[in-house]
């Protein structure tokens, strides 16, 4: 009996049916863990602190050669419904693209990697190998329980993947022109300067915390942190907001507070550009007389797979099917390769992802399909 192609059109239009805005499951793993149970792979919730995820794999647990993909079923919210054109959950098909909340990040990229790795096991299962997929529903959101909990649960049990790709959405313009090999480190400072409050016409018995702050933060963004490094563009630092709540004009405020965000490079780390940050914050404090105060977040390190055999595996794939030579890119914001990279090597390729996050968020219909070829003739590929 021949079993029909797995289309992964209609997968991602009922993913999208499925309001999974972080932390919400929202039926997205219900429909994936049977879809992939009934093709013969073992499949696992593996759920922590409320947040749901799945592990399913294909083949020996510890086989020599397991590739992984990664991925996300949940969204953001849709943010104001009345501006959208379409149904943010209703999965409209028009003008060839596919409508919805996550149509583009990540439900396409998830789709056509499920179906590529159940039509595999199906028409032509490796004979040598396992397949292990890896979807959370907390990427959209801090992100402590998601893929990060999937990896714990695999150490403790054993399971491993040799090569992972995680499909988000890597293109900005053209399908098939980005791969990522790594991604910049990503951290957020949060920043109190207090002095003394008083009267605007007094201000010699106040001590105004906002110079202070003005200087401090005139420094930390005047300072260029880097020229960048081999696969790098330099680091940036954007003050993102500066803010003392104070409504009135005649009173000098006791306190600002400022936040910071941070995207640096392999040059350097989390705990060194903390300590950049506090020796300022000691400076200023001297300086104007004032208290200083911080805390720090840092999302995720810097990392790099170096480019070689799985980035050639995958750009290979990508030009076949896409007529496109791919960059090696390590651009844009943080994404869950940021846990596997301690993991395995680890590299990322999906769709366009121009209208990710937007009101009317769409993918195109054919590239939905082109992906899932690319994920194919990446299974092929590998275990042949």
């Known amino acids: 009996m021949t079993t029909s192609p797995t289309d992964p059109v209609d997968l991602t239009a009922q993913l999208v049916r499925c309001a999974s805005v972080t932390p919400e499951e929202g039926g997205a793993l219900t429909l994936l863990q049977k879809m992939l149970k009934e093709a013969g792979f073992d499949c696992t919730r593996v759920d922590r602190a409320g947040v749901a995820n799945l592990f399913a794999r294909w083949g020996p647990k510890g086989a020599a050669r397991t590739f992984g993909f990664n991925g996300h079923t949940d969204v953001v919210p849709v943010g104001d419904a009345t501006a959208w054109s379409v149904d943010p959950f209703g999965a409209e098909m028009r003008d060839g693209f596919l409508w919805g909340r996550g149509a583009t990040d990540m439900k396409s990229g998830v789709a ?3 179906a590529a790795a159940i039509d595999l096991v199906r028409e032509a299962p490796p004979e040598a190998g396992a397949l ?3 979807i959370t529903g907390d990427e959209e959101g801090d992100a402590f329980d998601g893929t990060s909990a999937i990896l714990d649960w695999m150490e403790g049990t054993g399971e491993a993947m040799t090569h992972c790709l995680v499909g988000e959405p ?3 313009d053209r399908m098939g022109e980005m791969i990522k090999i790594g991604r910049r480190g990503s951290m ?3 920043i109190t300067v207090t002095g003394e409050q008083g009267h605007s016409a007094y201000p010699h018995r106040a001590n105004n915390p906002l110079p202070a702050m003005a200087r401090l933060v005139d420094r930390l963004s005047s300072h260029r942190l880097d020229e960048g490094t081999g696969h790098f563009d330099p680091s940036t630092l954007a003050v993102v907001t500066v803010d003392t709540g104070n ?4 009173v000098i405020p006791a306190e600002v507070r400022a936040t910071i965000n941070i995207r640096f490079n392999d040059a350097h780390s989390g705990k060194s550009l903390s300590a ?7 400076r200023i404090a001297a300086e104007f007389g004032v208290t200083a105060t911080m805390t720090i977040k840092i999302s995720g390190e810097s990392f790099l797979t170096p480019p070689g055999a799985l980035s050639d595996l995958v750009a290979k794939a990508v030009e076949a099917e896409c007529g496109v030579t791919p960059v090696l890119s390590t651009s844009g914001g943080t994404s869950d390769a940021r846990f596997i ?3 395995c090597p680890v ?3 999906g769709l366009v992802g121009r209208t990710m996050h937007q009101v009317d968020e769409r993918v195109e219909i054919d590239q939905i399909t082109q992906l899932k070829a690319v994920y194919t003739r990446i299974l092929r590929d590998y275990f042949d």
């Open 132 to 134: 292990i997929i890896a």
């Open 188 to 190: 957020s400072a949060w």
């Open 112 to 114: 056509a990697f499920v």
């Open 341 to 343: 990279r301690d993991h």
């Open 276 to 282: 950049w940050l506090q020796e300022h914050l000691d």
């Open 247 to 250: 409504p009135t004009t005649n």
């Open 170 to 172: 890597t293109c900005p």
């Open 347 to 349: 590299v990322e390729f």
